[in-house]
């Protein structure tokens, strides 16, 4: 009987206003039955013009627009960009203005890492983990509320340093946060990582090889969930990573699970960074002194972190003004996107939402 | 290892190399964008460039010039090509075939500079609506009110 059922291919739109598409992405699935024959993302509904704004701005009146790309992680974005401004401007950053860094952005991967274990559970049916998650995340938001004001938007970061000095209460706040996050970590394994029910949602779902990833350019736990061990902070070390102990997570599955492990494990090592950088951070200045007017020397640098979604690239050209001449922001999740579909290609729809949540794209940065 | 990778892009395409510099640490060859295509697949092939890590463009105003930067994940080796392109009319080749990542990044260039990518499966605008008319990144834009 059931081959002489006639099916024809459908389109079918997923988005942009859809519960599990994190953000405004439309994807247009060609879907034969519930089959995914095609997946092409639909990206640009949040496109700003970022790299347009820079060069109508001063490299100081940029910082604050960096908040709003990889809104989830803010302080990262931060750093890629006054990166690269120091780099090509040469400027020297006192040491314990590094180790405050370092702190800032490894607890902010933490919390970056936090929504994408909430929001893969709740992509998946699984309501609860996302409130732990968020509970937690907001310890995080609160240290950075006292640090610089802000929750989500920090604008913390200055060329040669930072804006302003740790508050008092801030090293107990945080040991007590690494304290209890570690405990509960293990509750969320409980909950959602050993689930049968979320094994059988995320195993093998969304393979794609070790090779394949790396030739889409792919890069962050995306990629180092198909065995390849690149994470910028081991092979172009920057700040203080080469002084701390910490493991580059990998799995070697490749698929949606795999990449959810390896989220989880850099919590852990995230945590332990934090924790080693509270004990080595030394007392002393916490900016050098630069002209209220920045003017970065003429010449060009590409500049690379590892934030929280894989391998940003800022690329920054300055013609001597203290304006940039143009820059180009290398965002990982609109990168990561573009093997969408063969990842999802002759999944089903419901499996779709587990891939695209694995990937953990924010939109802010895909679109720019 | 840049000075090696250096001469065999000179002994392969003698006539290719145009100038090469060093950006912080990183060998850039400017290079004639006709052999663009037959570099890369050498350095993919024969070099273990496997990682094509971002592609841009700069408007100069008299030219585009659009930039690969492009690693070795194995051996942490890199180097950015970099193709002088006409400044009304660029056109280069397609690095698809050889990097599937280039797909959206050179979409993304061609959406924002009008830069053609000959050979690209499916070059069309990325981030701005399909009608929007003008190319926001050169310099000539005028932004609108």
Avoid at chain 1, 330 to 349: E, T, V
């Amino acid at each position: 009987m059931s081959s002489r059922i006639r099916t024809d291919v459908l389109e079918l739109n997923m988005g942009p206003q859809h519960p599990s598409t994190h953000g405004v992405l439309r994807l247009g699935l060609k879907i034969d039955g519930e089959v995914i024959l095609e997946c092409d993302p639909d990206v640009g509904y949040l496109h700003r013009g970022i790299e347009k704004l820079a060069e109508l701005r001063t490299y100081i009146q940029f910082i604050p627009i960096t908040d709003r790309l990889d809104y989830l992680a803010s302080m990262l974005q931060n750093q890629a960009y006054i990166g690269a401004v120091e780099k090509l401007g040469r400027i020297e950053v006192p040491e314990r203005a590094e180790w405050i860094r370092m702190i800032m952005v490894e607890l902010q991967r933490v919390a970056s890492h936090l929504v994408f274990f909430g929001a893969m559970g709740l992509d998946l049916g699984a309501t609860t983990p996302f409130l732990y998650a968020f509970r937690e995340r907001e310890d995080i938001l609160d240290i950075f509320e006292m640090v610089c004001g802000a929750r989500l938007t920090y604008n913390y970061f200055r060329p040669g340093g930072v804006s302003r000095e740790l508050p008092a209460g801030f090293y107990e706040k945080v040991r007590a946060y690494i304290k209890k996050q570690r405990e509960k970590l293990w509750e969320y394994d409980d909950l959602l990582t050993d689930n049968q029910i979320f094994i059988a949602r995320t195993r093998n779902v969304g393979y794609i090889s070790g090779e394949d990833a790396v030739n889409y350019s792919m890069s962050g736990p995306s990629l180092r969930g198909s065995g390849v061990a690149y994470d910028v902070r081991r092979a172009d070390p920057y700040s203080f990573y080469d002084k701390v102990k910490w493991d580059v997570v990998t799995r070697t599955e490749g698929d949606v699970q795999a990449r959810f492990l390896c989220r989880c494990g850099e919590i852990r090592q995230s945590l332990n960074i934090v924790e080693q950088a509270l004990d080595m951070i030394p007392e002393g200045e916490l900016k050098c002194k630069t002209p209220p007017r920045l003017k970065l020397p003429e010449g060009e640098v590409y500049y690379h972190i590892e934030s929280a979604k894989g391998d940003l690239g800022v690329y920054l050209v300055s013609d001597g003004t203290d304006k940039p001449y143009r820059l180009r922001w290398r965002a990982p999740s609109f990168i990561n996107l573009g093997a969408m579909n063969q990842m999802s290609q002759n999944w089903k729809i419901a499996d779709v939402v587990a891939i695209l949540g694995s990937l953990d794209v924010v939109l802010g940065e895909v679109d720019r | 290892m840049s000075e090696l990778i250096e001469k065999a892009i000179r002994d392969a395409f003698p006539e290719a190399v145009l100038e090469s510099k060093d950006v912080f640490g990183v060998l850039n060859i400017k290079i004639d964008v006709k052999a663009l295509l037959g570099i890369c697949e050498m350095l993919h092939a024969q070099h273990d460039f496997d990682y094509l890590a971002d592609i841009t463009a700069i408007d100069w105003k008299d030219r585009i010039e659009v930039v690969y930067q492009i690693t070795a994940l194995a051996s942490n080796a890199k180097i950015a090509l970099r193709v002088d392109l006409d400044g009304k009319k660029p056109v280069a080749n397609s690095l698809t075939s050889v990097w599937k990542g280039a797909n959206y990044q050179e979409r993304e260039v061609f959406d924002l500079f009008g830069v053609e990518f000959t050979g690209h499966p499916d070059l069309r605008r990325i981030l701005l609506p399909e009608d929007w008319e003008g190319y926001p990144l050169r310099k000539d834009y005028v932004i609108p009110d």
